[in-house]
């Protein structure tokens, strides 16, 4: 039998690191910039916390979260979403008797059973942030900005478009909703078997659908908008003119609702062009409701959500990924038994500036070393046998330049920074933050 990686899921090979460094890398640089704190929560939470908090109709928690039960018979689902993971720990550890508000990024693994596609896995990566203890709508403008920038600043991505809605409070949507089933119950029959039974579960979910036959109908469906009170709307133009302020252009979309349930006032979506929803990069939007739904005194609170996999297949398609380095500054090439203490000990030196080293365990000829030199990517090879050992000395082969000296041992470590432009060009704690088991 040959074992492969489940349907829905990847492994992350050495060679696709440096992309994911490159975004999460500019993720934390952007938000910990802005004061976000980093988060980790648990790979799996009890199931009723998501169940009360996207809701029992949600998608995700009808039919697409990894449920099992342990030893001790508790129900517990593997993580499908960031945001109430992380409500979850500000409550439990009191974060609202800190300073308010507080501001919490993380980077985590999700699980989703859906049907695997590019964009879509049954195990995806998510960063996302959410601020806890604010209502003021400068927080959602602060915090759609930084998304936004981090996508089209910092990462450099193309025709991207921010689609923007309010879905009101609970009386807000209250009335809305008796004004869509009024719109929809004529037209049942036009509408996919599973949005006619949404009518009688949760009919805002109809305008989330992505059955085209659900979207025609929705084309003419009332707006959210045209039902916002005093303060949904005055918080709605609030944050419009704080995005138009920061010269950031939003796209008013009445459908725009998001699948999930605790959503209050302001949503939002960031779409690659001509996706029109289909694979959309990042969303979130305001959940003021939420704290309360799990148990917790009233918090205001704001999120979002970025699939790190949909952001890399969009940075490739627009070939905006960085150019692949030299995964290796030097590698050494002990030619004899007696050379192998001194390869590790250069390569201890040389590992100690923070230069990429591979030791060649295996005593063999200079050819045979240097092509495994060049089948590593390494910039140079540092070659060790027993005239080296005699005089002291190692001999440098720039791979690049084609070039070799040899030189005294203590000399060694500035020669071969002089022949790798300093080594170390990949920051150790980009690599680290790639890890998910650590960062997640």
Not at 61 to 74: I, L, R, V
Not at 212 to 241: I, M, N, W, Y
Not at 301 to 321: P, S
Not at 379 to 388: K, M, R, Y
């Amino acid at each position: 039998m040959e074992f492969r990686t489940p349907r829905g899921t990847q492994d992350r090979l050495p060679e696709q690191q440096p992309s994911w460094g490159f975004v999460l890398g500019a993720f934390w640089d952007r938000f910990e910039r802005a004061g976000f704190g980093r988060l980790d929560t648990p790979l799996f939470e009890d199931s009723a916390l998501f169940v009360r908090a996207v809701g029992e109709e949600s998608d995700i928690a009808s039919k697409e979260t990894y449920n099992f039960a342990d030893k001790s018979g508790d129900s517990l689902t593997l993580r499908p979403e960031g945001t109430a993971p992380v409500v979850r720990a500000y409550l439990q550890h009191g974060m609202a008797s800190r300073p308010q508000p507080q501001r919490l990024a993380y980077f985590a693994p999700l699980f989703r059973y859906d049907r695997p596609q590019a964009g879509r896995l049954r195990q995806h990566h998510q960063i996302g942030a959410e601020i806890l203890g604010e209502q003021d709508p400068h927080a959602d403008v602060e915090l759609i900005s930084q998304i936004w920038w981090l996508l089209t600043q910092d990462l450099g991505l193309r025709d991207l478009t921010l689609q923007l809605n309010s879905i009101g409070r609970s009386d807000d949507r209250a009335r809305y909703l008796k004004a869509l089933l009024d719109f929809l119950e004529p037209v049942r029959s036009d509408l996919s078997i599973e949005s006619q039974r949404r009518l009688s579960t949760n009919p805002l979910r109809i305008l989330d659908s992505k059955d085209q036959r659900d979207r025609k109908v929705c084309e003419s469906a009332p707006r959210t908008l045209d039902f916002l009170g005093e303060e949904s709307e005055s918080h709605f133009a609030a944050v419009k003119d704080g995005l138009a302020g920061l010269g950031i252009d939003a796209v008013l979309n009445s459908a725009l609702v998001r699948g999930l349930d605790y959503y209050t006032d302001t949503v939002f979506e960031i779409w690659p062009a001509d996706s029109r929803g289909q694979s959309t990069v990042a969303g979130g939007g305001r959940y003021d409701l939420l704290a309360q739904q799990l148990g917790g005194p009233p918090t205001a609170g704001i999120g979002f959500g970025c699939g790190v996999e949909r952001v890399l297949l969009n940075l490739e398609a627009q070939g905006r990924l960085p150019a692949a380095e030299s995964a290796i500054d030097a590698y050494i090439a002990p030619l004899s038994g007696a050379a192998r203490p001194a390869a590790l000990v250069a390569a201890r030196d040389l590992r100690g500036t923070g230069m990429r080293v591979v030791v060649g365990y295996a005593a063999g000829s200079p050819r045979s070393h240097l092509r495994k030199a060049n089948a590593l990517g390494a910039h140079c090879a540092v070659i060790l046998g027993d005239a080296e050992l005699a005089s002291d000395s190692a001999s440098v082969r720039d791979l690049v330049a084609g070039k070799q000296e040899t030189v005294a041992r203590d000399r060694l470590v500035a020669c071969v920074q002089r022949a790798t432009g300093g080594g170390g060009r990949l920051n150790p704690d980009k690599r680290a933050t790639t890890n998910p088991v650590e960062s997640g």
